[in-house]
């Protein structure tokens, strides 16, 4: 199972960048991978050779998830293997582009696309944020599909959109309501 990484994020966080094939590549700090921006995912060997490293898309490891109706369903996460050891890449994307990953917090996708990993779609969210901005894409999308509206899923919105959309929408506890 792939080393989870927690420390906390540095001050004004500036990637160590590099370019190999007219990419501009980012280290995941605590790996040996490099990584565009688009998600391709790189090694640079001691003799100063690069190397690509294909992404497993169908991982060994899933993680369970709880739906809305309560059933448990595996999903896997696409990633990469190094040495034995199987990293995730959305996890990579963020060490290498974003900064480090607090305790506690964890890498969103943001239209919930688990196949979609690029710098554009990614942040680093609480583990409650990540559970609500989660719970409101499933309605969009079941919403969009009803409606028979592809235009409206949330794989075919921009970033802005679906962001403002986590901001205007917020879910309450009933209980604490007054």
């Known amino acids: 199972m792939a080393t989870e990484y927690y420390c906390y994020p540095r001050e004004g966080f500036v990637p160590e960048v590099c370019t190999h094939e007219g990419l ?10 490099w990584l565009s921006e688009k998600g391709d995912v790189f090694i640079r060997y001691a003799n100063r050779r690069w190397h690509r490293r294909i992404v497993d898309t169908c991982a060994r490891k899933s993680y369970n998830t709880r739906t809305l109706n309560g059933v448990i369903r595996g999903k896997t996460y696409p990633g990469v293997t190094y040495k ?93 309501i007054d």
């Open 24 to 33: 501009s590549l980012a280290h995941a700090q605590g790996t040996p991978f």
């Open 84 to 176: 034995g050891v199987h990293y995730r890449v959305h996890i990579l994307m963020a060490l290498a582009w974003i900064g480090s990953i607090p305790a506690g917090w964890e890498v969103d996708h943001l239209n919930g696309d688990i196949n979609n990993w690029t710098r554009d779609n990614i942040r680093i969210v609480t583990v409650a944020e990540n559970y609500r901005c989660a719970k409101l894409l499933r309605i969009i999308r079941k919403c969009a599909i009803m409606d028979k509206r592809p235009d409206l899923l949330p794989e075919n919105r921009s970033k802005e959109e679906l962001l403002q959309i986590f901001s205007k929408y917020t879910f309450t506890n009933p209980k604490n």
